[in-house]
């Protein structure tokens, strides 16, 4: 799956991924979705779900569990949103190399 660099790209430093992972939003609803990109800020995901700017969703993350963020922008099935408190991908990337090498194999 690719996603335009023009819809997932924001200001600051991103690093490309390709790893599901879980979001919930609207309460308690559940998707499963593809992030694409991510920084210590935020990142950008694909999934079927149906959100606006400012709506609060959660994600999952390898090695950080659930981690809250705010809509920034929406745009077909592809949303762009800000944690609410700066993570630390250090550690998410450690998570995500194993999920990724794994994914890949398959």
């Known amino acids: 799956m690719s996603v335009s660099p ?3 790209q924001r200001n600051g430093r991103r690093i490309g ?3 599901m992972s879980r979001v919930t939003y609207a309460g308690m609803r559940e998707a499963t979705g593809a992030i694409s ?3 210590f ?3 950008c995901m694909r999934a079927a779900v149906q959100l606006n700017p400012g709506d609060f969703v959660s994600i999952a993350l390898p090695n950080l569990g659930l981690v809250r963020a705010r809509v920034a922008w929406c745009e077909s ?5 800000a944690f609410t408190k700066p993570v630390d991908i250090r ?3 450690l998570g995500a190399g194993q999920q990724i090498a794994s ?3 398959a």
């Not at 099935?77 to 949103?81: I, P, R």
């Open 103 to 105: 994914t890949a194999a």
């Open 91 to 93: 550690k998410f990337m």
């Open 37 to 39: 990109n991510i920084s």
């Open 17 to 19: 991924v390709s790893l």
């Open 77 to 81: 099935d592809c949303f762009g949103a």
């Open 41 to 43: 800020f935020g990142f």
């Open 6 to 8: 023009i819809i997932c």
